[in-house]
């Protein structure tokens, strides 16, 4: 980090600075807005070991699986197994034991990364669990995955899961100032507890705002610029998903990703032409404009449907009034230094 | 008589009943999502639409693409985070879930995890996502079942329904009192649980089908109900709004990418000697 606070940087630094081999790498995003332009450079620099933790199971982690990035998940919801034949890469895995797996629900999930945010080492969760196999049979977490206590207030049963903190967490936003405060909207999900938990921070996001921008409207700022590690802009960083207020899904540049990893081959075809071929973000979004024109891209821009502004005024921003007075006590700068000298309280 | 429906159709208005005015009602994407919007435009004004992911008191004007795609309605009430959406049911505050069967036993318990064994499957499902605890907790939940399977054993209990039946639910002290499956809605009828043992049985039929043909599909000797209702014909504002709103949810997933895929092909053919030029 630069002395002046400016974390911005290139995805290729970012990623190349805080991702190692072997890392536990969360997602932030949930479900809505996936940071994709992250996770191809993670493919890109052919990151190894992985263990991902993905709340929503979308078709970035698929892509992680096919490039080889990942030994191990911590999920909730695999979105595309069990459809087209089972033939994307996380069920071809599994079927093939290439790939360890943990399943929790969206509640405990979130949980643990509460847990992990606040520094605590476990967080109760929903004690109607015990009933289901998600408590019975434990992945490579083993006893650990769940722990069971009595409750000493109330004497019942309360099944915990343990704190998670991720090596580094990847998050698209919509805006960011330069400094690394990170402003979201739309479906909140675990989405700040996922960035907090983690030990670093890389925030990619569609655009770098002034500093102005962000504290005249602190409430959406959801990860405060001292935890941020990297700040990337990157215009369409979740392509081919959505960003409120930015651009819907591209289903055809969905469907392309798809298509391409319903097979080793053709996961494969896809990751040169899109990736490997392409060295940044940047070309990956010339190349599917060379490819499918700007039309599709135009027809998905969001058109603007403002929130109301919050007042965060106030009637004064100096304690002295028009006349120089200051507010509480009524008198000049002047004369109250006149008052301090003659009751003594002034030291030489 | 009223214009033809498809099976779609018929599911979603279905379920667009068990909405009822003034209800916090929790919402999977898919058809229980076009059936609060349909219940919020004509049975249900003042129902609350609640998504996991933290949108709370929102109405779809076009088809959600997932849990928490808020670009598919115009604003909504209170944004809230996933961990808060799922204490508040915790805390009894939903009045009803609505979750999807991948396979279900008589007691109303599902699996969406897993077919075969979970360390090697044969299938692998997408695992909870909320619907374990969602089940746990909200005061009644609805099954809605368009491909799913009845089974006489579970390869894996994702989410609790009556667990061995009878009272073992309730003895557990796990749940919230009275909660659990209170329907299951096909594409063939209505099933209710049995208030003492808690199996499930054939309450309802939608129109054209037979008792004979529900019993095909469930592995175990289904009681029927001696009063057995029929379900009304979709009425023509029914379908209308969901065909002029969802057209997609009324065709369904396959029929939607075949037609998709043809007029993309179709297109891409049409502009190709634009291109050479």
């Keep these: ?348 | 008589m009223s214009k033809p429906y498809t099976l779609n159709e018929l599911l979603i208005i279905a379920i667009a009943k068990e909405i009822h005015d003034h209800e916090n009602v929790v919402l999977g994407v898919g058809i229980p999502m076009t059936s609060g919007a349909l219940a919020k435009a004509l049975f249900a004004p003042h129902s609350n639409l609640i998504m996991e992911s933290g949108i709370i008191d929102f109405k779809p004007t076009v088809p959600m693409n997932h849990v928490a795609d808020c670009m598919s309605c115009r604003g909504f009430s209170y944004s809230t985070d996933l961990f808060s959406t799922f204490t508040m049911t915790y805390r009894g505050f939903v009045d009803v879930c609505f979750l999807g069967v991948a396979q279900v036993d008589k007691y109303g318990n599902l699996n969406t995890t897993v077919i075969g064994d979970y360390e090697n499957p044969t299938i692998r499902l997408p695992g909870s996502g909320g619907a374990a605890d969602f089940i746990s907790y909200a005061k009644r939940t609805i099954l809605t079942m368009r491909s799913g399977e009845f089974v006489e054993k579970l390869s894996y209990v994702t989410s609790p329904g009556y667990l061995d039946g009878g009272d073992s639910r309730e003895k557990s002290g796990h749940f919230t009192p009275g909660s659990g499956p209170t329907k299951l809605i096909s594409t063939q009828g209505i099933f209710e649980f049995d208030p003492e043992t808690k199996e499930m049985f054939l309450s309802q039929l939608h129109p054209g089908v037979t008792v004979e043909a529900v019993k095909k599909k469930i592995p175990w000797d289904l009681k029927v109900s001696p009063d057995l209702k029929q379900t009304e014909r979709p009425k023509d504002e029914e379908i209308d709004f969901i065909r002029n709103n969802f057209p997609t949810e009324s065709v369904g997933k396959n029929l939607m990418w075949e037609i998709a895929t043809a007029s993309f092909l179709k297109r891409l053919n049409a502009a190709k000697p634009t291109i050479e030029k």
Excluded at chain 1, 112 to 140: C, N, Q
Aim: hydrophobic share 40%; glycine share 10%; charged share 20%.
């Design chain 1, 1 to 348: 980090m630069v002395e002046n606070g400016d974390k911005q940087m290139s995805a290729q630094d970012a990623v190349a600075a805080n991702v190692r081999d072997g890392d536990m790498l969360i997602m932030g995003n949930y479900t809505i807005g996936i940071a994709f332009g992250l996770v191809y450079e993670i493919v890109r620099q052919r990151k190894k070991g992985l263990t991902f933790c993905s709340q929503s199971g979308c078709i970035g982690d698929e892509l992680l699986m096919a490039a080889g990035c990942i030994d191990r998940l911590i999920t909730t919801f695999v979105l595309n197994a069990g459809t087209v034949g089972g033939n994307f890469p996380i069920e071809r895995a599994l079927k093939q034991g290439k790939l360890q797996i943990e399943d929790y629900t969206n509640f405990q999930y979130n949980a643990r990364l509460v847990a992990g945010m606040h520094g605590y080492s476990f967080m109760p969760v929903l004690e109607g669990i015990l009933h289901s196999d998600i408590f019975t049979k434990r992945g490579f977490m083993g006893d650990d995955k769940f722990r069971v206590i009595t409750c000493p207030f109330t004497g019942k049963d309360t099944v915990l899961v343990p704190a998670l903190n991720p090596d580094v967490c990847i998050i698209h936003v919509q805006r960011a100032d330069k400094y690394g405060n990170a402003q979201y909207w739309g479906a909140m999900g675990s989405v700040q507890a996922a960035a907090l938990a983690s030990k670093r921070i890389i925030v990619s996001c569609e655009e770098i705002v002034e500093h102005d921008v962000i504290i005249s409207s602190p409430h959406f700022t959801i990860i405060p610029a001292y935890r941020v590690n990297a700040v990337v802009e990157m215009p369409w960083g979740a392509h081919p998903s959505e960003v409120v207020g930015y651009y819907n899904v591209d289903k055809v540049g969905q469907g392309t990703l798809g298509a391409g990893l319903l097979t080793e081959e053709g996961g494969k075809a896809w990751l040169d032409e899109w990736i490997y071929g392409c060295p940044d973000h940047n070309a990956y979004m010339n190349h599917y404009i060379g490819l499918f024109g700007s039309g599709m891209l135009n027809s998905i821009k969001a058109r603007a449907y403002y929130s109301a502004p919050a007042n965060y005024g106030s009637a004064f921003s100096t304690v002295w009034d028009e006349q120089k007075r200051e507010r509480t006590m009524g008198v000049t700068l002047e004369e109250l230094e006149q008052i301090m000298k003659e009751k003594g309280v002034l030291y030489e």
